[in-house]
Every structure is written in C-alpha cells, then in structure tokens.
C-alpha cells in the first residue's frame, strides 16, 4: 500500500462533499473558517455548495467526483477531507479517475457513507486513506480534542502507530490470537452494499473493521451474516468491530451488539476486537485504512507500520 506524504501545518485542505449536504445550521465557510484555525489554508470544492433536487445529496454525482479528481490532480491541494458523510457516495466510483489518484497520493479523509470511496481507492490504487473524522465536526473541537489529536497522529504518523480508545472505554477481547494484514472495511451497512460490485470489500488476509449506526441488532446480525456467507468474514485475518451506536433490540434489550458479536464469534478460529472507537461516536478514533495492522487479541491492542 502507498502511505501519502504526511499533512503539515500551512498545507492547503479541499473540503469536498461527495455524500450529503451540510446540515441547515452550518456552511462551508463556518467548516473552512474551522479548520483554518486548525492551521491550514482552505479550498472549497463546488461540491459544498452546489444542490440537487433531491436534498439527500450535495451535488450532482459528476460535479461530487469532479471535486476529487481535480482535488488528487492539482499540486496546489495537499488534502482532501469530506465535508460530510450522509448517502450517495455508491455513485462516484464510476467516475473517479483512479489513475490520477494512484499518480498524486495525498490525504483523504472521512467515514460513514466516504467508506465506499475509502474501498474503491483502496481497490483500485493501493493507498492509504484515513478513516477519521468529517471536516464538519471542526467547529467546536476544542471540546473533544481526542478526536482531533488522533486524526493527526495518525496523518502524521511515523513508523508505527498505536489505536488509542478515549480515556474509559477499553477495547474488549472477543477471541484470542495475532493476525497481521491490510486494515480494510468501514461502515457496515456501506461494506455489505459493496457485495457484488466492481469496489467489493477484499477482506483475503486483512484485517476486518465494521462499525455502524441506528441499525436493528437484528439488522445486523442479517448484514454479517451476508458478510459470512459471501466468504468475506472467512477470508478475513482477523477482525475489529467498531461501536455499533444506537444499534439497540427492541425484542430483548439485554440482548445488544456485544452479545451477539460474542455468540457469532464464538468459535472462530482467529483474532476478534470489540468498541475500536472510531466511527458513529463522540470523541471518535482515526484509522488509516490500508495499513498493515497488527490485531491482538489477547490484549485487545491494534499497531499499524508503514
């Protein structure tokens, strides 16, 4: 996998919105004005600011992947961080220029729906992208500097770097064992739609990361076990589950996502990791997707080498 070069202060950000708009109470320069504060210059890709008819989208589809091509092609732009997560990220793969992409590695940032983009840049050009924070949870970050600092440390990072959880809550140990492999996956929801497209999930000899949001426990123990079924949990080194927040049983309350994690992997040959706080939470971990990680389950600890 090719590590882009590390952000650094000054360097100039593209804040692009390839999913959702922002939401009625914020605008792209209140996020720009945001992360300059943070130390960057800023640039806002007419993503942001354009509109469809549908509302759930920021831009037309050609104008979202546009935003990112020019974003990786143009020397000016150092990073690019996604406004915003939401939905209809599903329909920029076809219309990334992947080669522009693998020829100018750089920073890219996000989580939820970006997931699909974070599997088919992953896929089609063998880089790392990170898995952190959406550029509108800036403003007001001093009140949960967790979050910021470890986007950083892991845009930044050396030789190795070590998942920190936020102070009290721990990662739990579900299986033993060491694995060893690419870190890949996302958003669960957003993986398992990748099933049988040209950007599927390939979890051969990865490590396997999964979170979600607002999903039925029943929900998601259909979508792993379409993971299952589809061989990619079983092609799969080792795995880490994210929080899975607000995904309650309404059938059985005491019956959550940590207990049937436990009941499906209960007898699973490899390495599995619980609450890697990094997705749907506040403060909120950063991932580099596509780094090779090194899961332990014995003692629940996740180190990444470049």
Same mark, same amino acid.
């Given at each position: 996998m090719i590590f882009p070069s590390k952000l650094q202060k000054n360097d100039t950000i593209l804040l692009a919105a390839p999913c959702s708009p922002l939401p009625p109470d914020q605008t792209p320069e209140l996020v720009a004005e945001a992360v300059e504060r943070l130390g960057f210059r800023v640039k806002i890709g007419a993503s942001c600011r354009a509109e469809t008819a549908r509302g759930y989208s920021a831009a037309p589809a050609e104008v979202r992947a546009r935003d990112i091509n020019e974003g990786f092609a143009d020397p000016a732009v150092d990073a690019i961080w996604c406004i915003r997560g939401g939905s209809t990220a599903w329909e920029l793969p076809p219309l990334l220029?992947?080669?522009?992409?693998a020829a100018n590695p750089k920073p890219f940032i996000g989580f939820s729906d970006v997931t699909t983009l974070h599997l088919a840049i992953q896929n089609r050009c063998g880089l790392v992208?990170?898995?952190?924070?959406?550029?509108?949870?800036v403003p007001g970050w001093e009140e949960n500097e967790f979050t910021w600092t470890s986007l950083w440390r892991a845009l930044t990072m050396g030789d190795t770097l070590a998942v920190e959880n936020p102070p009290g809550e #721990?990662?739990? +140990?579900?299986?033993?064992? !060491?694995?060893s492999g690419a870190l890949t996956g996302g958003n669960l929801s957003l993986v398992v739609q990748s099933l049988c497209t040209p950007w599927q999930v390939d979890a051969k000899?990865?490590?396997?990361?999964?979170?979600?949001?607002?999903?039925?426990?029943?929900a998601l123990d259909r979508m792993l076990s379409q993971l299952r079924y589809a061989?990619?949990?079983?092609?799969?080194?080792?795995?880490?589950?994210?929080?899975?927040?607000?995904?309650?049983?309404?059938?059985?309350? #005491?019956?959550? +996502?940590?207990?049937?994690? !436990?009941?499906?992997?209960?007898?699973?040959?490899?390495?599995?990791?619980?609450?890697?706080?990094?997705?749907?939470?506040?403060?909120?971990a950063a991932l580099p997707m596509g780094a090779v990680c090194e899961l332990d389950g014995d003692r629940g600890t996740m180190v990444f080498t470049r």
């Open positions: 220029d992947y080669d522009a992409i992208t990170f898995h952190g924070m959406v550029a509108n949870r #721990d990662i739990r +140990p579900l299986r033993p064992g !060491r694995a000899g990865c490590i396997l990361y999964l979170e979600d949001v607002g999903e039925g426990v029943y061989g990619v949990l079983e092609d799969a080194a080792g795995l880490a589950f994210g929080p899975f927040t607000k995904c309650r049983n309404s059938y059985h309350p #005491d019956y959550g +996502p940590e207990e049937l994690l !436990r009941e499906m992997f209960r007898d699973w040959p490899r390495p599995v990791i619980y609450n890697v706080r990094s997705g749907h939470c506040t403060p909120m």
